[in-house]
């Protein structure tokens, strides 16, 4: 699992490149699905990777909205700021965490519960998701996206055998 983090980080890092090749008008132009613009979507992967292990932990959730972060400058420095908690919490990961149970209050008064390793699984196939949206919207502005391959980025060591 911390290799899928790994991965997913290194290529919003790279994201965070990229976007410094393009207009802000481009970065902040509302576009169809996601959550908005490619800025935005960026700031929404980091906040709810961050969220959803604060949750987990136990700990308060970032409410902030976008509006206070419309800048490529200040995006990037919300997220090196969750980085190292976010980190922490993926390299401390163990098998015992796995099933633990998170208790989910609906608005309705409800109760959902979800096991701590689908909410782990979850926000690796969350970035992954808006990754192919911006995908989508890089060919929409005639720009290259970022490269979503796993192969080649020094992720994994084959061992003598």
Known sequence: ????????WMVR???????????????LYIRTGGVGGILNT?????????SCFRVLQGKDDFQESFE?????????ALDAAFRPEVEEFVHNWNNSMENRVLEDRLPDGGIQTYAWGEVMRHVIAHEIHHIG??????????KKPVSANLIRRGLFT????
């Open 42 to 50: 960026l700031f929404h992967i980091a906040d709810v990777e961050w």
């Open 1 to 8: 699992m911390q290799t899928l983090f790994r991965y997913n």
């Open 158 to 161: 084959i061992s003598n055998r």
């Open 13 to 27: 890092e790279e994201w965070y490149h990229w976007c410094e090749q393009v207009e802000e008008d481009e970065l």
């Open 68 to 76: 206070s972060y419309r800048s490529l400058k200040k995006v990037r």
């Open 133 to 142: 949206q911006l995908s989508v919207w890089a060919r929409e502005i005639g």
